[in-house]
């Protein structure tokens, strides 16, 4: 107890004094990222890495030269990670609607030296084109991974998220976002895609539906329960599930790896 109060307020000092950016090392990979977030926090104040099976499976599924599209990029720890796997030659592309949060992962973009590597979107992707819709911003400090177009009941019970603390984004299917893209003029496949958009997952997953059924995706990591509706259609859509890292309520970051039969 002693220690996480200790930690605790460490991170607090350095959020107040707007000087959170240090070095740690995730997956042998120097970055700099901001220890004051549920991310890197414990990995630099305790050595504890953050979701350790997902983090392997990036390791595992990314190689230099590669293309990873991370939905839900929050600050960005594992676009920074996948920017350091995929090396010079490969591409990420982080979409991330929160404006707080976005200058935050561009921060991180820029302290990494990786503007070359990522590029950032600030729509929210989901199962229909809108102007602007309302995504409820995280009320919680330590952790701005709580922001949704699609609000837990029990987030906004706790406080978590409020109705009163909304902002406008706009929203893109994701089909219609990569024919616009031009990506597919130069790649032939999408090696992994990163879907942690805090219930809205099916919305994302609606979205993207020709693009699952045209087999270009190599592997997917979606943060939904087993056997959810998502799980379910991700699945059906020619992809084995690994569970990976388990969180609250149920949650699981689920790696869906193109049977091999139907790659593309």
Known sequence: RFYRSAAWRLSERLRLSRTPFRAVTVAAHPLVL??????????????????PATTAAFTRCLRPGQLFIDIGANHGYFSLLAAALIGPAGRVIAFEPNPRVFEQLQAHVT???FEARIRLESC???????????????????????????????TLARGGLS?????????????????????????????????DVEGAEERVITGMRETLRRGIIRALIVE?????????????????????????????????????????
């Open 34 to 51: 901001d220890v004051t977030e549920f991310t890197a926090g414990p990995l630099y104040f305790g050595g504890s890495p953050y979701e």
């Open 111 to 113: 302290l990494n030296h």
């Open 124 to 154: 929210a992707l989901a199962d229909t084109a809108q102007v602007s819709a309302a995504l409820y911003v995280s009320q919680v400090a330590s952790n701005s991974g709580l922001s949704s177009l699609t609000p837990n009941a029990d």
């Open 163 to 195: 109705a009163s603390a909304t902002v406008p984004v706009t929203v893109e299917t994701f089909d219609r976002w990569l024919a616009a893209s031009g990506i597919l003029a130069t790649r032939v496949v999408i090696d992994l895609v990163k879907i």
């Open 224 to 264: 939904t329960p087993w056997e959810s509706a998502t799980h379910r259609a991700i699945v059906a859509a020619g992809y084995d599930a690994t569970a990976l890292d388990q969180g609250d309520g149920g949650l699981t970051n689920v790696l869906f790896s193109r049977r091999r039969h139907d790659h593309a």
